[in-house]
Structure formats: structure tokens, C-alpha cells
């Protein structure tokens, strides 16, 4: 049951890559799919550093944002975000490697709630980020 639990995540997922333009503007490579979870990884480019040298806060936020999607969207029923929050622990430099690994602590009829953790190619955690998604009554591919 699981295997197509998974199987049915890890083809929402792939859909919406393809047709996410943005995460692939940001060289975002999928590592791992399981129903309401995610582990995703980018490498941090030159174009991607803010005035301090260090990268932008919206690049962290805009990978676990859509560690978040992968997630709370992979059951095949269209999730939007309700709310979303980040922390930011420690600066990240260009040619760092980021891995998002989003976790689902709540899945309800109508919301979702999940945790992002970003980790650096060092293992440290670099941000959190927590997200609140609404469930519509829509699907994303057609089974």
C-alpha cells in the first residue's frame, strides 16, 4: 500500500516540476518522495548572493517553500499556503550545497502543517522554515 502511496507522490511531484519554472531556475534537484514528505537539494550560484556576500534570505526561503509544495501537495490534492514562516540560523555562501527535508506534522481534511529543515553540505542547519497549507477538493494529474 505504501509502494503506491509513494508512487502516486513521487508522479505529482514529478509533474509539478515540470511545469515549476521557477524551482528549476533555482537548479533544485529532487533526492527523495514519500506521501507528505519531501528532501530536496540546490547549489547555491553567484547570482544568488545578496550585498553582504552571503545569499539572499529569499533563495533559503523559495527552497523550502517548495520542499513545502512537494510535500503537502504529493497526495494529488492541490494545496496552497496559508502561512509560512522561516528562521534563519547561519549565512550560506556561494557553491554551498542545501538540502530541504520537509517533514508533515498535521494532515487534515483542509490543512496541512509541515517543517522544513535546510541543512548545508556540513550537515548544520542553515534555516527553518514551518508551513501552513489549505486543501482544495482539486487534483493535480488525473489518475
Not at 64 to 87: G, K, P, Q
Amino acid at each position: 500500500m505504501n509502494a503506491e502511496k509513494d508512487k502516486l507522490a513521487n508522479d505529482v511531484v514529478n509533474h509539478m516540476m515540470k511545469h515549476d519554472l521557477f524551482s528549476q531556475w533555482l537548479g533544485i534537484e529532487i533526492l527523495e518522495i514519500k506521501e507528505g514528505y519531501s528532501k530536496i537539494k540546490m547549489i547555491i550560484r553567484k547570482e544568488m548572493v545578496n550585498g553582504f556576500g552571503i545569499i539572499h534570505g529569499g533563495i533559503a526561503f523559495s527552497l523550502a517553500d517548495s520542499a513545502f509544495a512537494f510535500a503537502c501537495n504529493n497526495r494529488n490534492v492541490l494545496s496552497v499556503a496559508l502561512d509560512t514562516s522561516i528562521n534563519f540560523i547561519k549565512p550560506v555562501h556561494v557553491d554551498d550545497v542545501l538540502i530541504a527535508e520537509a517533514t508533515e506534522l498535521h494532515n487534515g481534511k483542509s490543512t496541512g502543517l509541515y517543517h522544513i529543515n535546510i541543512t548545508n553540505q556540513k550537515e548544520h542547519l542553515i534555516a527553518q522554515f514551518k508551513g501552513l497549507c489549505y486543501r482544495t477538493d482539486k487534483s493535480l494529474i488525473s489518475q
